[in-house]
């Protein structure tokens, strides 16, 4: 079913709950956990693509990405008397659970993948949560937090799949139109798929300010594309594993509300595909040109810009040839580093 006209601000949504509540100081929209971060324009991007590229910075988020804005929405709404809070996460949600967690003053479980890196366990213990490993991709480690939930009495917190993520997601575009100002507005969006939440997010800031015609790319890598399966088969779509290196983008089914947008005629979602060297390649002339570390997850959609994937949109009639400016989120991520970065170009360039 098509939802595009359910339109409702996070803040309303908020104020309709918590009027006449004497909450803590958290419980404060004011009070958010984010940042209102950066947007930035990149010359060399704007070159490559023929019109003006402007960078959302959620990398400068205090938890390393976008994750902070839904997860802390949560938060304030669901976790208030919590015995603690349970998340499963390759590493960006999880660091924004924990990070949530510690200010609130509640205890954090985050469960992981094998696959997660040694450096997002420790990121994750920094901030003080207990970390438990389970399974081998971020579905058996949900399994875990979902088993934990229920056990231990703890609040689940989901990485992706549920409207208060979305709704939180969605203020970034709010920021956004307010630093580009009246009358100006993205001639298409550029985002990372991972489960769907920061897509779905995204929709929903674009529904709150009006902005429903601009087209959203979204980018996934080869071997962690379960929204560009589902795209193309028309129903939700289970892969049998993620093969990709973008581990960050691993969830084996997009969640659902993501797919239904991707069949909403009113909205236009394009959903492209590029190889982990592809993505690879974005992150370390990301970092050369903008002096700036992602993740792969993130190097997906900047791979968009850097491979050439925008100018062949243009010429296949996708995107406009004359195109406004266009609006890159750098969601940003946690599970890097400089010795990380390494392992993976001698992994994918041998």
């Not at 991007?45 to 960078?55: A, E, I, N, Q, R």
């Not at 550029?190 to 929903?204: D, F, T």
Request: contains cysteine; negative net charge.
């Amino acid at each position: 079913m098509c939802t595009c006209h359910s339109t409702i601000t996070a803040t309303a949504l908020f104020l309709a709950a918590h009027e006449g509540s004497t909450g803590p100081a958290w419980c404060t929209m004011a009070n958010h956990f984010h940042l209102n971060t950066p947007l930035l324009e990149s010359v060399g991007m704007s070159k490559l693509v023929g019109t003006t590229v402007y960078l959302k910075m959620e990398n400068s988020q205090p938890s390393g990405s976008f994750k902070i804005r839904g997860i802390g929405h949560l938060c304030q709404q669901m976790v208030r008397q919590s015995k603690g809070v349970v998340c499963a996460s390759g590493g960006n949600a999880g660091m924004a659970a924990a990070y949530a967690a510690r200010k609130m003053g509640v205890p954090a479980t985050i469960v992981v993948p094998s696959s997660s890196p040694q450096l997002v366990v420790q990121r994750l213990q920094d901030q003080g949560a207990t970390v438990k490993i389970t399974g081998k991709v971020w579905d058996d480690a949900n399994a875990e937090a979902l088993r934990l939930a229920e056990t231990e009495g703890l609040t689940y917190v989901p990485p992706f799949d549920h409207p208060l993520l979305w709704q939180g997601h969605g203020s970034m575009i709010t920021e956004v139109a307010a630093s580009l100002g009246p009358g100006v507005k993205p001639g298409a969006v550029l985002l990372s798929v991972g489960g769907g939440g920061l897509l779905c997010g995204v929709i929903q800031g674009l529904k709150d300010v009006g902005w429903t015609d601009v087209p959203i790319v979204a980018m996934e890598t080869v071997g962690a594309h379960c929204f560009n399966a589902a795209v193309k088969a028309g129903r939700l779509v289970t892969l049998d594993d993620i093969t990709s290196e973008a581990k960050c983008l691993g969830a084996k089914t997009v969640c659902k509300k993501a797919f239904e947008y991707s069949q909403c005629n009113e909205l236009t979602i394009i959903s492209e595909l590029v190889t982990d060297q592809q993505a690879l390649h974005a992150v370390q002339t990301f970092l050369d040109e903008e002096r700036v570390l992602v993740e792969m997850a993130c190097g997906a959609a900047l791979a968009a810009v850097y491979s050439g994937l925008i100018r062949r949109l243009q010429d296949e009639g996708l995107l406009p040839t004359l195109l406004g400016p266009l609006l890159v989120i750098v969601c940003g991520g946690s599970s890097v580093d400089m010795e990380q970065l390494t392992n993976l170009k001698h992994k994918l360039q041998t």
